[in-house]
């Protein structure tokens, strides 16, 4: 099983960026997707999740209506589209696949990919 981070890089506050995650070894449709991250010195957090079909989503407090995750199953793709990006975003992102129960627990996630550095600056 492999998960394939990636799309970070540098942007100017106020920027886009998009991350895919890409799987492989695995029936993408059995699993809910999450997106977590982790700032320097800080411990990982929920961002986003998934579910198996792409028809629930759930997002932290701090990227709701900011963030948008999304899937195509086909492609064993998931995707976060984040916009407004501010310094505070400032992490790498990582994406794992889980079967829960908790979207947002670390605990629900088996898989996990490598990791894609963002960084918000100006």
């Known amino acids: 099983v492999q998960l394939q981070a990636s799309g970070g890089g540098l942007v100017q506050p106020g920027g886009a960026l998009r991350l895919s995650c890409a799987a492989s070894?695995?029936?993408?449709?059995?699993?809910?997707i999450v997106w977590f991250r982790q700032a320097p010195g800080k411990e990982r957090e929920f961002v986003a999740a998934?579910?198996?079909?792409?028809?629930?989503?759930q997002y932290d407090d701090s990227v709701k209506g900011r963030f948008v995750i999304s899937r195509d199953n086909a492609k064993k793709m998931v995707y976060l589209q984040m916009n407004s990006l501010t310094p505070e975003d400032t992490a790498v992102y990582y994406c794992?696949?889980?079967?829960?129960?908790?979207?947002?627990?670390?605990?629900?996630?088996?898989?996990w990919g490598q990791g894609t550095l963002v960084t918000v600056s100006s």
């Open positions: 070894g695995l029936s993408l449709d059995d699993y809910a």
């Open positions: 794992a696949a889980g079967q829960g129960p908790k979207y947002s627990s670390i605990r629900s996630y088996g898989f």
């Open positions: 998934v579910n198996w079909n792409g028809d629930y989503t």
